[in-house]
């Protein structure tokens, strides 16, 4: 059938030589746009029936290139070259655009990362699902909303009925991509590729997702290409992996192979440089100078204290409350992470630290002196409090010069001259690690890493005493954002920094915090110190993000055989008809709600040290055997509560 | 009485028949409404000819009188008139035409609470009925312009005295009930306005046309495009160049009228107070070149008075300062002791004629070293300015229209002890006020005028550059019998048919 | 280790102009425009060099169609059209020029102040930007140019008073976008006082923007202006515009077609390269940020 | 009420209940526009006021006209009430207005109300007529554009906007009168006729009028559409519709159009408006009795209580229309305002 030589080599990359014809037979595919380089160079995957293809490398690597390829959709500028290019079958360099119309929905679908964008904002899920229906089933009336019903409920979409009325924005993150899963399953596909589809997804909604996928290839037995850069993702999921790295696969192998033995350095860097749960000790036994102050932090003075904050938005007509009576404080010396999901608050409670914005309710104050009072200290105040966000192209202005962006906080509060400011703005880049001669660059010329470097050594320019860091890595490639972790914590320690750690990313919070807060719906649900959070989580809700963590060990794949009940966004226990306002926002997700949380608001109270949860009814019982996510594995969902 | 002169090209179709709807585009609708009395803009005159008559007419001349509410009329003396009325006139409501309503009519013009325009040009003491058909008009001294005036229908329409009572006092303004050939039928503000055959009327052979409609179409191109696709039957058109083009598709052009093309001076201030500047200005436009561009070639020479007036004379190169003389104009300029003589013209914006003119008339004057700046002014900004005395400009720029009497050309723009005159001449006032009072016939008070349209000139007071149509009446030629008049106001309408 | 971003190449020059300059490079329409404006203006000012007459001069007879002589004909005075058209340029052009300028720093500056500063400042800003939206434009243009005299002056500043709204509207929806992006609240959180966050900022990112908005404001402008002579309250003849040589010769369109269409083809023109000028910087908006 | 505990539990997630009971957001945002609405209004009857009565002139010398004398003028300035304070004179006029009484126009003695009653319906219909073409051809065209970016199609229907945007509106109008005279003569172009009069003839006669505002406003339309489409084609839902076995057409149709739609209908809506203001100019040329006309004709000739009224009314009209766009935007959009 092929060449021979051709042919060889691929059974030679591939690992696995599988019988039958493949759905996706990719050999040597090179796409370039227009000008440029080629993006994707000699890249040969295969994909069988009912097999998960891993796909992981870092941002600009040619993951989604290949996946638009073999949709047939890439821009007219793009130029498309490969020995072999088949699509169950069928090949796609010489198809007319008719077919490939055709072959698309129908024999492969593709999964994009953001759902609420993958959704027609103006029309119902349920019409969207019928028109694939419609298309390539060519079903009618009566038969095609059945077939609707039936693919929502397959996908996990609760009480489909009402879901296919609804528009997607009245749809939550999860049930989203859901929905957009089951548009991409309308037309019977045998090949699906999905694209990161679950970073922009809450942990505890992406281990659902993940599990549906695995049931979707079971139930199915479509071939499923899953392209992520979270190794736990392609971990839990993924039969075989292939790495990619500048538009070229390095590395392609069984899962297991390749994670736990890779052959290439690069993804040996790339596993090693992703934090886990885990990580943490090894952080911190780097450090060891500084182990002690890092571990005594009661003794520390408040540096700034939080008292029953409260912001709330109205933006178009709704009204959210984006932080809901936080009380915190934030010790000298100290790094307090703050985790949540999307949409927690994190961000707002970030900005009413950093007096870019004013609680409607409740107080700030830094060292006793609320920040609604600081009338002329306000100058000092810009001084010792700065900010680290999280999109390093945002925080740089595109406009102005990397020196004049550094050096603007020092003319502003600091009032010093041109030449003093030069100095320092010098020395500063060394000290982030960047060269002197990046001060006469724009910033486009630099990457996502040295971005953040730059931003870092803004926020550094006024020697501040603390520096709240909003999710300062999460747009970074974990190689990168392992470097630039460890520059935040050598300047940390060289300055006695005081950080806000802000981050929805666990691992990434556990490898940095002393202290951790965690938020739900605006509100802190747990605080304490972050060994102790981490090992004995207290809140139903912490219980659940630190269950929903994918492991990147694929020998640690949770069983599949729960996945059964594996349905999110939905109230465990019964809801009362009107739920109170005064009810506990997590109630409708918690496999322990009662009565009481349905009423009544908790408050956060000390449970043990320095630990503090707010939850009626708190997991008690020091545990160290697995715990049962809740949300999406919800095991027990009449709610049987033992005390 | 009778029919329209002979010669009239529109009387060449035979013998006249009834019916028939006549479509009239209109330039605007009667800016004053439909009382007569109150009527002074073109609009406004050509509706009221259609509903009210006066006691008297005007023959096609618009010099001859003929009878027309008044079967006779006799001069008791310089300063008393007998008027004895026509039998049978009916007014549109069906009533009979009555002493009393003649003498409300004419009483009513010089009523204080009317504030018609026309009230200062009647020299009434009294007016009564003298037997059951003769009305008797006694006047404070002599009025040479008494019977004109009372032979226009917006100057002295006589209206029904039952019929205003009790009624608003601006309900004339909207509805009307005269004794004319036409009756009002609708009142479309803005678009439309429909009258119908007056059938009571007492020339009983006219009005042929069963009903006239005049719509409303304010764009010049509109209304040729109106004219020549039979979507109206007549309209009006400012441009000459207009006029002969849709002459030349086959359309009937009325004669053009001249009238005054104005430029007043303000002679009270400023460079024009010097008279050499004035002269040298007189001098320095090509009148010539101003008739034959500016005025699309339809212009002639003339006085201030108009030439399309009874009392109008026209002028010629020999008039005082007519003939260009750029040469002389320079040395005029130079002789008077003004340097850098620098002059606001303000004319009509509304009037697309005024324009080329005023532009020609700057472009002329800048090669005898004078800076003359056109502005462009609306109509009733430009009135007002004019009657406060607060010109804003160096000189106002107006057309003339046909007026009852001459002494108003003057008047508007000399009067003694107004505002709005700028000059301070006391031989030039007695000269007017002997030309209203006089009585000795058309003649001598054509002589009067021209003199002093002449001494107007020798001293240029004001600078007339040409006469010529302001509007042309063009119409289709399924429309016969018609013929155009110098005051514009359509007076011979009832002898229209169609053909 | 990282890649250097993909960036558009070419682009080392300095300052915050550099960006507009290399739209310019990248963007052919705009380029285009750019030539095509900078003819006609160059055309127009230079007429008096190179002709034989002077645009008020009556030339030849009324009316003659286009010739040698005059390669646009003459008008209704026997001017040269083709010498007024082009000094008509220098008055619309300018006009337009000044207007959209005027509007420009007006409207970006009400349209910053409300973006960045929001609250009751921008309610209020908002509120008097709604009340002159309400004002039919060519109604507001018609009574102030009664009101104040039609001037040259009175025009740019109406034109400009028309334009100001839109601006405002358009450049403070884009400075509320990025009031709430990450370098301008990092230039808060180091305390710069919020002038010089306009300043610097704000006024660079919202610049193509603005460009664009200047340019159909400039074309717009001239539309306005032959409108406001259609009621004979344009630019004041014996000066030709371009409006008021379309009004003046609309009455002429059967008979001499050319004096219509010559006007009317150079406002399109004109037209065309601002339009052009602003889509180039509109398409190249979503690269420059 | 142990029951209404372990009652079925509600399968959608309940938002939290805001603590205050507060009308529904909808009735908030309806009544805060109106109330912006009004508050724009009486500024706007101010400004109506205080630009009318800067005009240059007066009305009584308009209405007495050149010929008359300093006593009449006089007499007639007492009766209009016009030498009383300006101040009193708006009061009167405000008060008089919210009673509904627009005043009697000075020259013709007709009640304002009747006279704008007669004249606004003709003005809104041509608004409507000229939106409905503008729409017509500018939405389509825009998304063909847009679809077809860069080709044959796109550069004609770019081209035409630019043309569209750079003839002057009367130009335009009589270039049409023109040419439709030469090849339909029979069509009758300059004959306004009032729908109540002749249903036919005055769709017939709002033809053309509706063509020379619609087409050159269609330009606007035509461009805002495309580079909406433009943006809605860099959205993942249409990738994704692509990815479904959508062709580029049926992705237009069943997604871009709608999606595109929003931010356009503002505009268009914005441009409604607009037109009630500029159809002064095609109300001229085509002999149509409008409110812009109207508006004119009474500035020019300083006819002081219906230029306020015109200006008035043509402000509430904007107001309205806006409020209107407003509202209905939720019914392209579901996005917008829906919270329930
Ligand atoms: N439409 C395009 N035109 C030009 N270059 C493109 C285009 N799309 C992608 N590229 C380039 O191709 C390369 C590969 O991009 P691709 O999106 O496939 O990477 P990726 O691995 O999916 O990255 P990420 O993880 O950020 O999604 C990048 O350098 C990118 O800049
Ligand atoms: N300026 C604003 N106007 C209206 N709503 C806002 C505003 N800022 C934040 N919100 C809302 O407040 C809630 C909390 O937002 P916030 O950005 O603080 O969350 P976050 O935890 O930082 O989320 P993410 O992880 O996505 O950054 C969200 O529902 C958001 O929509
Ligand atoms: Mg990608
Ligand atoms: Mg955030």
Known sequence: MIGATSSAEASRRDGVTSPG???????????????????????????????????????????????????????????????????????????????????????????????????????????????????????????????????????????????????????????????????????????????????????????????????????????????????????????????????????????ENVLLSPETPYARKLLESAPTLDTAKTRTGADTSDAGVRNSPPDRADLITVAGATRCFRSKGRRVTAVDEVSLTVKQGEV???????????????????????PDEGALAMEGIEYAKLGSRARRFREAVQMVFQHPAGSLNPRLKVGTSIREPMRSVRAMNRGEAGDRV???????????????????????????????????????????????TSALDVSVQAQVLDLLDRVRRQHDLTYVFISHNLAVVRAVSDRVAVMYAGRVVEVGDGETIFANPRHWYTRALLAAVPSTDPRNRDDPTDEAAGVDGRARTPAPVSVDAAACAFATRCPQAQRRCWTEVPSLTVVHGGQQVACHFPHLESTTEPFEDSTTAGGDRTGRVSW | GGSPSDSNPGTEGGEPKRGGTLTIGEDS????????????????????????????????????????????????????????????????????????????????????????????????????????????????????????????????????????????????????????????????????IST???????????????????????????RQQALSSGAVDMVQVRLPRNATALGDRGMKVGDGFNLTYWVGLDVSQGPLANDKVRQAISLGLDRKQLIEIGSQGTGELAYTVPPADPLGAPASEDTPFYKHDPERAKQLLAESGVTNVKLKLAIQSENQQSLPTAQLMSEQLKKIGVDLQVQQVPFATLVSNLLSGNWQADMIQLNAALNADASQYLALWFAKGIPSTKVDDQKLWDMMENAISTTDGIEARRTMYKEITDYIATNVYQIVPYASPSQFEVWSPKVQGYQADASGTRLFLKYAWMG | MTAVAPGRAGTASRGWWSPVLSVFRSRREAAVGVVLLVTLVVLSMTVSLWTNYSPSEVAGAPFSAPSGAHPLGTDDLGRDYLVRLLTAGQTSLGIAFFAAGIALLVGSAIGIAAGLRGGWLDSVLMAVIDLVLSFPSLLLALSAVTVFSPTKTTLVLVLALIAVPQFARVVRSRCMELREREFVLSARVSGVPDPIIAVKHLVPNVLPLMTVQFANTAAIAILVESSLSYLGL????????????????????????????GPAGVLLLASVAWGLIGEGFNSGRRSLI | MPQSVTRE??????????????????????????????????????????????LPGSPVDTLAGPYSDAATRARLTTDLGLDKPLPVQYVTWLSNTLRGDLGTSVFNGLPVREMIGERLPNTLELAVFATIISVAWGVPAGALSAMRRGRAVDVTARTVTFVGLAIPVFAFGVALVLLFSILFPAWPTLGFVPFS??????????????????????????????????????????????????????????????????????????????????????????????????????????????????????????VVLNLAVDLLLPLIDPQIGKDR
């Open chain 3, 234 to 261: 344009g630019v004041q003849p014996p000066d030709p515009s371009w409006g008021n040589m379309i009004y003046a010769s609309q009455n002429y369109m059967t008979d001499s077609p050319w004096l219509p269409l």
């Open chain 2, 29 to 192: 609708q009667p800016l004053s409404g439909f009382d007569p009395i109150m009527a002074q803009s073109f609009n406004s005159k050509r509706m009221v000819s259609q509903f009210y008559e006066g006691l008297l007419a005007l023959d096609t001349d618009l010099e001859t009188l003929k009878p027309a509410l008044a079967t006779e009329w006799k001069e008791v003396s310089s300063t008393e008139y007998e008027f004895t009325l026509r039998e049978g006139v009916k007014f549109h409501n069906g009533e009979t035409l009555t002493v009393e309503d003649v003498v409300f009519s004419l009483k009513r013009i010089t009523d204080p609470n009317q504030h018609s325009p026309y009230s200062s040009l009647y020299n009434f003491e009294t007016i009564e009925a003298v037997g059951p058909n003769t009305v008797k008009i006694t006047l404070d001294r002599p009025q040479a312009s008494l019977l004109h005036l009372l032979a226009q229908p917006w100057s002295a329409g006589i209206v029904d005295e039952s019929w205003m009572q009790g009624k608003d006092k601006d309900v004339l303004k909207t509805q009307a009930n005269g004794t004319g050939p036409f009756k009002l039928q609708s009142f479309q503000e803005g678009s439309l």
């Open chain 1, 336 to 358: 307090l992470g703050v985790v949540g999901e999307s949409g927690s608050g994190k961000s707002t409670l970030a900005k009413l630290l950093v007096h870019l914005d004013t």
């Open chain 1, 426 to 472: 010098r020395e500063l880049l060394r000290e982030v690690g960047l060269p002197e001669s990046s001060e006469h660059r724009l910033p486009h010329e630099f990457s996502g890493g040295q971005k953040q470097r730059i931003a870092i050594a803004r926020a550094l320019s006024c020697s501040p005493r603390v520096v709240i860091l909003d999710e300062p």
């Open chain 4, 197 to 318: 009069e002749d249903a036919v003839r005055n769709l017939q006669s709002m033809l053309l009028p509706s063509i020379a505002l619609g087409l050159p406003l269609g330009s606007t339309l035509c461009r805002f559409m495309r580079s909406s489409m433009l943006e809605v084609y860099e959205q993942d839902f249409i990738r994704t519709a692509l990815a479904t076995g959508s062709t580029q057409l049926q992705a237009t149709m069943r997604h871009g159009l709608r999606n595109a739609a929003a931010p356009v209908a503002t505009v268009a809506g914005l441009q409604m408006a607009g037109i009630v203001g500029n159809s002064i100019l095609i109300e001229n040329v085509f002999a149509i009795p409008g409110i812009g006309q109207l508006t004119v004709t009474a500035i020019t000739h300083l006819d002081i209580a219906v230029a306020q009224a015109c200006i008035l009314v043509l402000g509430a009209t904007y």
């Open chain 1, 21 to 255: 014809t493949p759905l996706l037979d990719i050999r040597n595919l090179t796409v370039a746009y227009a000008q440029a380089a080629p993006s994707v160079q000699d890249v040969t995957l295969r994909v069988e029936p009912g097999e998960i293809l891993g796909l992981i490398g870092e941002s600009g690597s040619g993951k989604s290139t290949v996946a638009m390829a073999a949709l047939g959709l890439l821009p007219r500028d793009a130029r498309v070259t490969a020995d072999r290019f088949d699509v169950c079958g069928v090949d796609l360099l010489s198809t007319s655009s008719r077919q490939l119309t055709m072959l698309r929905g129908s024999s492969i679908a593709m999964v994009f990362q953001d759902a609420m964008g993958a959704l027609d904002p103006c029309m119902r899920v349920g019409a969207q699902i019928a028109e694939v229906v419609k298309r390539h089933q060519r079903l009618k009336g009566a038969a095609c909303r059945r077939e609707v019903l039936d693919l929502m409920s397959r996908v996990g979409l609760p009480d489909p009925e009402t879901r296919a009325r609804q528009y997607p924005h009245q749809l939550s993150g999860g049930l989203r991509q859901r929905a957009a899963i089951a548009l991409a399953l309308a037309g019977k596909p045998k090949i699906l590729l999905a694209d990161e589809p679950t970073t922009a997804l809450d942990v505890t909604v992406q281990a659902g997702i993940l599990r549906l996928f695995r049931r979707i290839r079971d139930e199915l037995g479509v071939g499923i290409v899953l392209i992520s850069h979270d190794m736990g993702v392609i971990a839990q999921t993924a039969d075989r992996v292939a790495v990619m790295l500048d538009g070229k696969v390095i590395e392609q192998g069984t899962v």
């Open chain 4, 9 to 54: 539990p509600s399968l959608v997630s309940r938002p939290r209940v805001p603590r205050v009971p507060v009308p529904p957001a909808w009735v908030r945002f309806v009544l805060r526009r109106v109330l912006r609405g009004v508050l724009v209004l009486f500024a706007l009857s101010l400004l109506a006021f205080g630009l009318v009565h800067m």
């Open chain 2, 196 to 222: 119908v055959r007056f059938d009571g009327y007492w020339d009983s052979e006219r009005p042929y046309l069963d009903r006239v409609d005049y719509r409303l179409m304010a764009d010049e191109s509109t």
